[in-house]
């Protein structure tokens, strides 16, 4: 995942070193909230204008490629130079939001009410997360840390794999089926996203203890969509391979 707390360049150090440079315009919780909300908007202006497209019958395709790519490539700036954030966190939402649209009209028109759903998904598990995190049920150890990093590490290389071998006709086992062993590795798939969530509190916490500058409410409101654009379709999938077997 790109832009996460447990990134080596986002460091409690490297917060210090930018409070220096900040003086008095430092991260705040409340600005990265209206951040968070403001990228959130963009995002779903972009989504439903290219789920609109599709139920009127436009093709949507080079929209869908357009945003994944735009998206990517506006993400991975943002990440190794946060300093952009404010500038181009709003592109990649509205960027991400046309892949996001197109892609879950086409899940929609296989799965009737299956958007509602995954959205209703993500946010509840997002909101229980907070609560969790707010109430200290669950520390943020070192440990866990490295687990959750880990994981996601694990699973992007997964998914690089089976992007590769699908070149040459080659699927993963159980990845994309919907057995009960594809739908558990979904399952264990939403929980790790679910837990980067944690992550970013951790990290926006983190940033506006220690003073981080005022553009860091981007790059947290940043990693934090990325985290729920993620659990997001990762939840249709999981819904997918379930209605499926239906």
Known sequence: MIGRSGNPTLSDNTFERQQSQAGDK??????????????LVLLLAGAFSSWKMYFDGENVFPFMIGGLIAGFILALI????PRTAPFLVPLYAVSEGLFLGALS??????????????ALLTMGVFVALLLVYRLRIVKVTENFKLGVIAATGGIALVYLLSLVLGFFGVSIPYLHESSPVGIGISVVIVIVAALNLVLDFDFIENGARS???KYMEWYGAFGLVVTLVWLYI????LLSKIFSRD
């Open 26 to 39: 430092v991260m705040t919780i409340d600005g990265t909230v209206h951040r968070t909300m403001i990228t």
């Open 78 to 81: 943002v990440s190794f130079v």
């Open 105 to 118: 009209a086409n899940y929609e028109y296989v799965y009737d009410g299956i958007t509602l759903q995954a």
């Open 211 to 213: 003073g981080a500058p």
């Open 234 to 237: 990762e939840m249709l999938r």
